[in-house]
Structure formats: structure tokens, C-alpha cells
């Protein structure tokens, strides 16, 4: 399944309550119903006063081809759709977002564990979108990432679901890649990944504290925002 992940910036003048509101009425509507989307979501912050970010939008389709027809493909934060839903979309996004500050991703989602049976309504997620390392090329960070970091990070306590997802035009994607940690209580979050309002953390334990410590082997932690909040599902058609 293809996703496509935009980090949602809110336009000046207007509070995170106003943009929430106008994403959920107004917004919410329309993009529900763009050609191809099966399944979208919505990830709210826990402190928004914190956050990186207003929230997240996570549409997903069966086909690139449907998403890049729809949404745009890599390479740009902006996209021209003609036509349709889509169309509506990105007009009304000049309502509430400040979309050349809105980062997105483009990937293909890769379950790593999952023990809710695919039913995150309602979880936490820890969201990483990753940069690699300076003098790592994306292949070996890939490589890295899925054979050395991903078996320690599905063992990390509290984590319920773990997805990684990886560019489909790595060459003009914004990240390396982004990886989802879920969890079913908030505080086993913040315990092992630490709160909002920092980029990096210092777990002390456990499978947490090892994940920390070989991040530092492939990633450029500084350059690697974050966003930590809850999820809500807005349209399910898988």
C-alpha cells in the first residue's frame, strides 16, 4: 500500500484550535472523498504547544499511479490537480495551511509488528522521519535501517505496531524514510521516546535505550523531525 504523509503547517494569524477546527469541518470533507484514497487518517498532537507540527494527514492507495494521479508526485510540497476532489482539495488548502512550510513523504508502508490487527484508531504514534547520516548514501541507510535498527526498534517496550515506510523516489523525497512506533498508552510513549518538544531523548533502559544509542550509527538526529500524537480514522475501504 502506498501512502502519502503530509506534516501540516498552520498559516500565520491563524491558533492550532482554529486550524484543527477548519481541518476537521471544512477540510476533512473533501479530501475524505479524493479519487483512489482507501484509507485516511489523521494524527493530532498530544501537546500541540510543543509540537513540530499541527498534525498529519496520511492518505493512502492501492496503486502509485492512483496517488500520484490524485496528489502529486515527488519532488514538490506543492501539486496542480485538474480535476475532482482532488481538485477541491488543493484549493481549499490555501484556507488554513502554509503549504510551502509543509513537508511531505511519498512511501510504501512496511508492517513490522502489529498487534492490534491493523486497528490504530485511537492509538499513539511516535513518527520519525528520518535523515540519513552525512557520507551514507540512501541505499546503505536503508540497508542499515531494516537489517540492524528495525529488530531492536519492534522490541521496544510498549510498542504495539511498528511500521517503516520507504520513499518510492528516493532521489527526490524530502527523508530517507519514516518510521511509526505505536503504543496504547501515552506515558509507555514518553517513557520510552521521550515527550514532545525535543528532537532527540535519553531513554535509560531496556530495548529503548539500545535503539538510542545505535541511531547515532545512521542517522543525522538533529536534521530529523518528529511528531508525537494520536490517531484518528477517518475513512477505512482496505
Known amino acids: 500500500m502506498y501512502k502519502h504523509v503530509a506534516l501540516l503547517v498552520r498559516q500565520d494569524g491563524m491558533s492550532h484550535e482554529e486550524f484543527v477546527d477548519y481541518w476537521q469541518t471544512e477540510h476533512t470533507p473533501i479530501a475524505r472523498e479524493i479519487d483512489g484514497v482507501v484509507r485516511y487518517q489523521q494524527v493530532l498532537p ?52 502554509a503549504v510551502e512550510e509543509r513537508p511531505r513523504f511519498i ?9 492490534v490487527d491493523g486497528d490504530t484508531d485511537g492509538l499513539y504514534k511516535h513518527s520519525a522521519f528520518l535523515v540519513r547520516q552525512e557520507g551514507m548514501d540512501h541505499e546503505a ?27 518510492t523516489d528516493p532521489e527526490n523525497a524530502e527523508f530517507d524514510g519514516v518510521a511509526e512506533l505505536y503504543f496504547d498508552d501515552l506515558e509507555k510513549l514518553y517513557d520510552a521516546l521521550g515527550s514532545e518538544g525535543s528532537r532527540d531523548y535519553d531513554p535509560d533502559r531496556g530495548k529503548a535505550k539500545d535503539a538510542r544509542e545505535d541511531v547515532d550509527n545512521f542517522l543525522a538526529i538533529d536534521d530529523r523531525p518528529r511528531f508525537i500524537g494520536r490517531e484518528r480514522l477517518v475513512k477505512d475501504e482496505w
Not at 492512483?66 to 490537480?81: H, I, K, Q, T, W
Not at 512511501?107 to 502489529?114: A, K, L, N, R, S
Open 107 to 115: 512511501g510504501e508502508e512496511i508492517v513490522q509488528t502489529d498487534e
Open 46 to 97: 498530544t501537546e500541540p504547544e510543543h509540537a513540530e507540527f499541527d498534525g498529519l494527514a496520511e492518505l493512502y492507495f492501492e496503486t502509485l499511479e492512483a496517488l500520484y494521479a490524485a496528489l502529486g508526485s515527488e519532488g514538490s510540497r506543492d501539486y496542480d490537480p485538474q480535476k475532482g476532489k482532488a481538485k477541491e482539495a488543493r484549493e481549499d488548502v490555501d484556507n488554513f495551511l
Open 141 to 167: 541507510f536503508v540497508d542499515y535501517w531494516q537489517e540492524n535498527h528495525t529488530p531492536i526498534a519492534r522490541e521496544i517496550e510498549g510498542v504495539v505496531k511498528y511500521n517503516t515506510i520507504l520513499p
